[in-house]
Nanobody, 123 residues
Framework: QVHVVESGGGLVEAGGSLTLTCVAS??????MAWYRQVPGKQRELVAA???????DYSNFAEDRFTISRDNARNTAWLQMTNLKPEDTAVYYC???????????????????WGQGTQVTVSS
């Protein structure tokens, strides 16, 4: 079993920055990812990172968000800059036990999820 905890959400003005932190504990893990969800909409991938450091970003996150991780600490971060009101959502950290790269972009391959952290961007 893996316990996943996110932190770092909050209220920020448009154009501001936030860094989210995800800590996974319990066992060795593979891919880590950040997803977000707005009420009434489907959860969507923000960014993913493999244990080898391969990163992927959704179009809206490209150039504004950066995902990184520390394997020794089972910790991942999502640095978000130039935030926009449409970035308002609950952000979830997801952890996969899989390590093959083709698994990294499918939410069904993520085995453990955090409780989410709210990010609100005011205009």
């Amino acid at each position: 079993q893996v316990h996943v905890v996110e932190s770092g959400g909050g209220l920020v003005e448009a154009g501001g920055s936030l860094t989210l932190t995800c800590v996974a504990s319990g066992r060795s893990i593979g891919h880590m990812a950040w997803y977000r969800q707005v009420p009434g909409k489907q959860r969507e991938l923000v960014a993913a990172i493999t244990s080898g450091g391969l990163t992927d970003y959704s179009n809206f996150a490209e150039d504004r968000f950066t995902i990184s991780r520390d394997n020794a600490r089972n910790t991942a971060w999502l640095q978000m800059t130039n935030l926009k009101p449409e970035d308002t959502a609950v952000y979830y950290c997801a952890v996969s036990l899989r390590r093959y790269t083709s698994a990294r972009l499918n939410s069904r391959n993520y085995d453990f999820w955090g409780q989410g952290t709210q990010v609100t961007v005011s205009s």
